[in-house]
């Protein structure tokens, strides 16, 4: 089974900056895409951004301009640069992978991470 392993969680101030990393424990050389989603206190679990193998990326419209989404298949991770981050932005961050192989569909989550903003 592929695990997730995630870091870069912290407190910064609205304004400041944070990078997520997400390693894989294993090489997928099959289609697939991996993810961040977040969900905050008393809210639904939202996707935040997407990046396929083949590289295309997908954001939500609140983070657009602000967050970027990159992988790095040699090391087996992807990583989110947040910056200007706001209030709003608080929550815990989930690391998700996706796989498409022979016709059948594989889902792993990390176990989250903490991004905590101040005003």
């Known amino acids: 089974q592929v695990r997730l392993v995630e870091s870069g969680g912290g407190l910064v101030q609205a304004g400041g900056s944070l990078r997520l990393s997400c390693a894989a424990s294993?090489?997928?050389?099959?289609?697939?895409?991996m993810g961040w989603y977040r969900q905050a206190p008393g809210k639904q679990r939202e996707v935040v951004a997407t990046?396929?193998?083949?590289?295309?990326?997908n954001y939500v419209d609140s983070v657009k301009g602000r967050f970027t989404i990159s992988r790095d298949n040699a090391k087996n991770t992807v990583y989110l640069q947040m910056n200007s981050l706001k209030p709003e932005d608080t929550a815990v961050y989930y690391c998700n992978l996706w796989v498409l192989q022979v016709g059948r569909e594989y889902e792993y989550w990390g176990q989250g991470t903490q991004v905590t903003v101040s005003s």
């Open positions: 294993e090489a997928i050389f099959s289609f697939n895409t």
């Open positions: 990046i396929t193998s083949g590289g295309s990326t």
